[in-house]
């Protein structure tokens, strides 16, 4: 069991950063590849970002590709998402989420994650 807590949202102007987190219970975190979605309304929820057990591998949505960076600290049981030059567009609640099995990569469908934090709010206005 993994549950995961995210944290960093907020109203930003377009143009900005934030960067989110999301921290993980239990010992295992580092057997697990993470990954980011964010879920817009009216729209279903969609992939962001996804990260191995270990950090070396990383894989971008195109939408966000060159403007956010995934990363993790698995002695602080936690990932991370760095979003720059932000649009209006990712105006969104942004999901942290782990497969339920450890040790394997999971793609970029929502179905293929079964652990999931209760989002946080990123808000891109002037």
């Known amino acids: 069991q993994v549950q995961l807590v995210e944290s960093g949202g907020g109203l930003v102007q377009p143009g900005g950063s934030l960067r989110l987190s999301c921290g993980a219970s239990?010992?295992?975190?580092?057997?697990?590849?993470m990954g980011w979605f964010r879920q817009a309304p009216g729209k279903e929820r969609e992939f962001v970002a996804r990260?191995?057990?270990?950090?070396?591998?990383?894989y971008y949505a195109d939408s966000v590709k060159g403007r956010c960076t995934i990363s993790r600290d698995n002695a602080k049981n936690t990932v991370y998402l760095q979003m720059n030059s932000l649009k209006p567009e990712d105006m969104a609640v942004y999901y942290c989420?782990?497969?339920?099995?450890?040790?394997?990569?999971?793609?970029?469908?929502?179905?293929?994650?079964?652990?999931w934090g209760q989002g946080t709010q990123v808000t891109v206005s002037s």
């Open positions: 989420a782990a497969p339920l099995q450890r040790n394997v990569v999971p793609g970029t469908g929502p179905y293929e994650y079964s652990y």
């Open positions: 990260i191995s057990r270990r950090g070396g591998y990383t």
């Open positions: 239990g010992r295992t975190f580092a057997s697990y590849a």
